[in-house]
């Protein structure tokens, strides 16, 4: 794992508040029949977008129901869980401004990235209502407003178009024309899974990259952190 000026992560342990060093945490890898249910969602995702409504109740309750302890669980603030994000986000070569993190969950990723890029404003967006706010928690008031949570589904997000500099996801299924939608022309995408291939909200490498093709993407990296793998993209400067 390269250790990069800004790999904050590695220079402190992620917290309970955004401003708190990162503690690891044991937790509870995921079953094998939550990774194949992850995994199935994730190619419906990437395969037959149109058919996210029909599941999209079932996954929003499951999460709400799992919100309270994710963190715990998860060890979704620990260096492991994050590993791969903090990796990918040191080939992006410009400082972002404003940043989009997708599937935010409790916002531990969404806190790592507002650490990592103190000058950007962070937004973090969750179809989960619990999760929201579990992450809300974690930022308490932010007089500057630098970090924000809301709902919202990432395939029809509630955020203008070019709107971002980079957009993220940790462990989420991808919805390729929204990210394509609200990414600036030049701007970066990360995709990481925690996991790697064992993360149930996964999509192979070779899909990523031929569906972020078509809609004006381009791979600029791609590479591994601990268990996770993560990839990098580019929306083409001249892309609409
Ligand atoms: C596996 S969790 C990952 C959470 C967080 N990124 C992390 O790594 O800890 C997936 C998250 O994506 C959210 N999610 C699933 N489908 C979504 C959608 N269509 N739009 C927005 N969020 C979604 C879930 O509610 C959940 O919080």
């Given at each position: 794992m390269p250790v990069g000026a800004r790999a904050t992560l590695f220079r402190a342990p992620v917290a309970r508040s955004w401003h708190d060093p990162v503690v690891a945490e044991p937790h509870t890898p995921p079953n094998r029949r939550v990774i194949l249910a992850g995994k199935t969602i994730s190619a419906i995702v990437a395969h037959a977008p149109w058919a996210w409504p029909l599941i999209r109740r079932p996954v929003t309750r499951f999460f709400d129901s799992a919100a309270q302890g994710w963190d715990s669980r998860t060890g979704s603030a620990s260096s492991e869980r994050l590993a791969a994000l903090a990796s990918a986000v040191l080939e992006v070569d410009r400082s972002p401004e404003r940043i989009l993190d997708i599937?935010?969950?409790?916002?531990s990723a969404t806190v790592f990235l507002a650490r990592e890029f103190p000058r950007a404003r962070i937004r973090g967006v969750d179809i989960s209502p619990a999760m929201i706010h579990e992450a809300r928690k974690k930022v308490g008031l932010d007089p500057e407003a630098r970090i924000a949570f809301r709902e919202g589904d990432a395939s029809q997000l509630p955020f203008p178009d070019a709107g971002f500099d980079l957009v993220t996801q940790n462990n989420m299924p991808v919805f390729f024309s929204e990210i394509s939608r609200v990414l600036r022309p030049g701007g970066y995408v990360v995709i990481a899974s925690?996991?790697?291939?064992?993360?149930?909200f996964s999509t192979p490498e070779s899909l990523i990259r031929r569906k972020l093709r078509r809609h004006g993407i381009v791979t600029t990296g791609t590479g591994g952190a601990g268990a996770g793998t993560w990839l990098v993209g580019r929306k083409e400067p001249q892309a609409r």
């Open positions: 599937g935010c969950g409790t916002g925690s996991l790697g291939r064992r993360t149930p």
